[in-house]
Nanobody, 119 residues
Framework: QVRLEQSGGGLVQAGGSLRLSCAAS??????IGWFRQAPGKGRELVTA????????YYADSVKGRFTISRDNDQNTVTLQMNSLKPEDTAVYYC??????????????WGQGTQVTVSS
């Protein structure tokens, strides 16, 4: 059974930091992506990492502020978000697939967690 469980998120002031975590089970050799969706807006691929960890992707809007990493021994992927801006406010989802930089190819999804950044 494939399962992705998320933790983290919350409310933070602009310029602050948050950390999200995604724990995956029932998969092997999988890529992980973090998506976000604000009310009334489309889903955006924020960052992604290959299962080996040697290749990553970042959307232009988060480059230099967000960092994705993974610990395959624990089957977890972490999203460290620094210098947060109000426009980062959204529901964040982790997802698993086999084409890390292709948003439409992700197959399995976590439950989502709210990130709110105040001005």
């Amino acid at each position: 059974q494939v399962r992705l469980e998320q933790s983290g998120g919350g409310l933070v002031q602009a310029g602050g930091s948050l950390r999200l975590s995604c724990a995956a089970s029932g998969l092997s050799s999988y890529d992980i992506g973090w998506f976000r969706q604000a009310p009334g807006k489309g889903r955006e691929l924020v960052t992604a990492i290959r299962w080996t960890g040697e290749m990553t992707y970042y959307a232009d809007s988060v480059k230099g502020r967000f960092t994705i990493s993974r610990d395959n021994d624990q089957n977890t992927v972490t999203l460290q978000m620094n210098s947060l801006k109000p426009e980062d406010t959204a529901v964040y989802y982790c997802a698993a697939g086999y084409y890390y930089d292709l948003p439409d190819e992700y197959k399995y999804w976590g439950q989502g967690t709210q990130v709110t950044v105040s001005s």
